[in-house]
T-cell receptor
Framework: KAGVTQTPRYLIKTRGQQVTLSCSPISGHRSVSWYQQTPGQGLQFLFE???????NKGNFPGRFSGRQFSNSRSEMNVSTLELGDSALYLCASSLDPGTEQYFGPGTRLTVT | AQSVTQLGSHVSVSEGALVLLRCNYS??????LFWYVQYPNQGLQLLLKYTTGATLVKGINGFEAEFKKSETSFHLTKPSAHMSDAAEYFC??????????????FGQGTILTVHP
């Protein structure tokens, strides 16, 4: 069974731009979560989607948003990029909320 | 609110030596507990988890962890380190219900170095 895939793997953007990251969960998994990883703040929860609904949200500004499609694939969007948004963005999928999460390789975003 | 503390941001051992990575959590009720490993330029891989039942949990690659409620700890051990164990290890918790259910809260990570 294929694992969690994330595209693109690497991205370079300029301050003020917006970006969309994509995540395809493991087949049959219905829940997708997103995490941000930075050297200073570590791993932080962004949000979780289940059945196309945002079920949980972390403490991030409204510039960070996401959605989930009917096939469970998910996207996250960051608008008006800031230098501090440079990070590794990890997507994790699970069968249902609360079950074990399997992580993708991440998208490394660099904001210049 | 839940929190996780990993004692020691860097741990160095010799190949063949015992690996001990420490994790303590803070939660109003015992949470679900996890250990993940991250190799350079990769995502996180689940090593083991504790949800209920036996407090000694065995995971992949010879790792195990013991849940000690009285000490609010979930330390990770491996009897004999291999060079391939060199990576960053994260302890994480999630709640059993409410808004923290399914939301992983991570420790700051421990980088394990294995010397020949």
């Amino acid at each position: 069974k294929a694992g969690v895939t994330q595209t693109p793997r690497y991205l370079i953007k300029t301050r003020g731009q917006q970006v969309t990251l994509s995540c395809s969960p493991i087949s049959g998994h219905r829940s997708v979560s997103w995490y941000q990883q930075t050297p200073g703040q570590g791993l932080q929860f962004l949000f979780e989607y289940f059945s196309e609904t945002q079920r949980n949200k972390g403490n991030f500004p409204g510039r960070f948003s996401g959605r989930q499609f009917s096939n469970s694939r998910s996207e996250m969007n960051v608008s008006t990029l800031e230098l501090g948004d440079s990070a590794l963005y990890l997507c994790a999928s699970s069968l249902d909320p609360g079950t074990e999460q399997y992580f993708g390789p991440g998208t490394r975003l660099t904001v210049t | 609110a839940q929190s996780v503390t990993q004692l020691g941001s860097h741990v160095s051992v010799s190949e063949g030596a015992l690996v001990l990575l420490r994790c303590n959590y803070s939660s109003s009720v015992p949470p679900y507990l996890f250990w993940y490993v991250q190799y350079p330029n990769q995502g996180l891989q689940l090593l083991l988890k504790y949800t209920t039942g036996a407090t000694l949990v065995k995971g992949i690659n010879g790792f195990e962890a013991e849940f000690k409620k009285s000490e609010t700890s979930f330390h990770l051990t491996k009897p004999s380190a291999h060079m391939s164990d060199a990576a960053e290890y994260f302890c994480a918790v999630s709640g059993r219900g409410g808004t923290s259910y399914g939301k992983l809260t991570f420790g700051q990570g421990t980088i394990l170095t294995v010397h020949p």
